[in-house]
């Protein structure tokens, strides 16, 4: 059942008949299919969209009514919906319409039994927290006292949940005094899932708060979760948090916490922690005292990461280091030479293709920090490597890469150490590394100018016309399409044409087709009436071909150039 389609069926009916004979049945089917969470889901997601269909805005709290016998279902994906149609349904109430509606709902639930309408209210709280005065707000603080001391651990997580989106609106003095007893309690929590959901809404406080006091109250009782060996989940939720917080506390504390934090999490046993760890660590780095990164960080880095086991974490690494680049550098240019410098050579010598891959991309990014020399020793080197991987992308890459290159080499080092590599790469058997190459050599030659483009054309033009494989002599043709407004129109008439011409009659129609194909593109720039009259006689032949296609892309060329020069 499509939403639109569903949503027309009750408009069509109209707003009366939607509340009348609508709800009453749906009300009857809740019941009924209360245990198909995929009925359910549809089902609460349509009663949300009917807010913008049921009629004055009187009738609003009907869809209320019927949502609330999906509040307390089993499967938390359906109360999710529930509280998501809810909001939907509330955002076309007038302010009176909180208090007098919702309110009793979330305090109805907030008393059940069952755990599911207290998680389905705690949910509330945050739709309702900006819209009821402070008397009302006291009431919704009660609410959440009682259930983070609820016995069900998801009710606990539910109400930290439900606090974390409130947590920027509520004042700093009443965070201090009502929430951080209670939030100290929730962090150091029995439950793995409240720890974790905790150390989240810590973070969020001390980002959206920026408070002295309540980052002293809360960065010592984080680091908990870093020296809990139990709970990995709840160590990798602080390295995640760690990159979130890291520009919302003075350095002292980043120096005094963070860092700390981040070196006992890269030596940590679980390789998703160590992983995420490496990728908080740029944002840390760039907020610590360099000295200490240096004396704390770097010593892991290169004494157990650059080997660890897990390829996650050696990619992680690659990416942090080459982040790590251009600051570093502009800190001091040693560090480019002692610290990044050494760890991209040991990783790029790694045999595994993927954290190679991201340090080639990260260090191209950070590229314009490297002297030519060091491009020379390192990054060229890394191109080499790069160029071998079996994944045709990685190989259209490089091509890229080694275009933007160009700009950081002097003429003679390009041509010596990049263009090689580059000309290989037009012979690829992958027609989009070929495809890919052609632009950047197009570029290339823009740049260059067109006496250093014939030049690079000449030395692969043999090799094209005289392979064994059709398809590098189909690459001629497609080579020369692209190139052919870069070249100068004499040197396609003298040095491509014939080359062409012998492609005619090649044994394969593919070719001889591409041929008719080619001849159309060039005829525009073809300089002499005479040279595009023996095109034309070529073209002519090749109506007789054996081969259907080719007499049909002859016959459309034919036409192609009358339109033209007509």
Not at 36 to 47: A, R
Not at 56 to 83: F, H, M, W
Not at 383 to 391: D, F, H, N, S, T
Not at 524 to 536: E, H, S
Request: proline share 4%.
């Amino acid at each position: 059942m499509s939403h639109d389609s569903s949503v027309t069926s009750l408009v069509t009916k109209g707003s009366e008949a939607t509340r009348i004979k609508m709800l009453p049945l749906i009300t009857e089917i809740i019941p009924k299919i209360e245990d198909n969470s995929e009925l359910m889901l549809v089902l609460t997601e349509q009663l949300g969209l009917l807010a913008d269909y049921i009629g004055p805005q009187k009738y609003l709290p009907l869809l209320l009514y019927t949502l609330e016998l999906a509040a307390t279902n089993d499967e938390a994906a359906v109360r999710d919906k529930t509280v998501e149609s809810m909001s939907r349904v509330a955002s076309k109430f007038d302010e009176s319409q909180y208090t007098s509606e919702l309110l009793p709902l979330l305090m109805k639930w907030s008393k059940g039994q069952a755990y599911t309408s207290k998680v389905t209210a705690a949910g509330l709280i945050p739709l309702l927290y900006s819209h009821v005065n402070a008397q009302r707000k006291e009431l919704l603080y009660k609410v959440y006292n009682q259930f983070y001391k609820d016995e069900v651990p998801i009710v606990r997580k539910a109400a930290v949940a439900s606090f974390a989106e409130i947590a920027s609106m509520i004042e700093t003095s009443r965070l201090k005094k009502n929430f951080m007893p209670i939030l100290k309690k929730l962090i150091v929590d029995n439950q793995e899932l409240v720890r974790v959901a905790a150390t989240e809404m810590a973070g969020k406080v001390i980002a959206s708060h920026k408070n002295k006091e309540i980052n002293e109250a809360l960065l010592p009782l984080m680091k908990q979760a870093a020296e809990e060996k139990r709970m990995w989940r709840l160590r990798f939720t602080l390295a995640e948090t760690i990159s979130s917080i890291a520009g919302d506390i003075t350095k002292s504390e980043v120096d005094g916490f963070l860092l700390n934090w981040i070196c006992d999490l890269l030596g940590d046993s679980e390789p998703e922690v160590r992983t995420q760890a490496l990728l908080s660590l740029p944002k840390v780095a760039k907020r610590c005292s360099i000295s200490l990164l240096v004396e704390k960080v770097f010593p892991m880095l290169k004494t157990r990461l650059i080997k660890d086991i897990s390829e996650h974490v050696r990619i992680a690494l690659a990416t942090a280091i080459c982040k790590l680049t251009s600051y570093l550098f502009k800190a001091d240019p040693k560090y480019l030479e002692e610290l990044i410098l050494p760890l991209g050579v040991e990783l790029a010598g790694n045999e595994r293709s993927k954290a190679k891959l991201a340090l080639f991309r990260g260090a191209l990014k950070a590229v314009q920090v490297f002297s030519q020399e060091q491009v020379e020793w390192y990054i060229i080197p890394l191109l080499v490597a790069v160029v071998k991987e079996k994944q045709w992308r990685i190989r259209a890459e490089v091509a890229t890469y080694i275009f933007k290159l160009a700009k950081k080499l002097d003429a003679r080092t390009f041509q010596e150490k990049l263009m090689p590599l580059f000309l290989e790469l037009l012979s690829d058997p992958v027609y989009q590394v070929r495809l890919e190459t052609t632009e950047n050599l197009r570029k290339l030659g823009e740049a260059l100018g067109p006496l250093w483009l014939e030049e690079q054309v000449l030395s692969k033009m043999d090799e094209f016309k005289k392979s064994t494989s059709y398809l590098m002599r189909m690459n001629l043709l497609f080579f020369v399409v692209k190139l052919k407004n870069t070249l100068q129109p004499q040197f396609i008439a003298n040095k491509i044409l014939p080359a062409i011409l012998l492609l005619k009659n090649d044994p394969v129609p593919n070719v001889r087709f591409n041929v008719a194909k080619c001849i159309e593109e060039l005829m525009p720039i073809l300089p002499g009436k005479l040279l595009k009259n023996d095109m034309l006689l070529v073209l002519q032949s090749l109506l007789n071909d054996s081969d259907f296609d080719v007499t049909y892309f002859a016959k459309r060329a034919i036409e192609s150039t009358k339109i033209n020069t007509s």
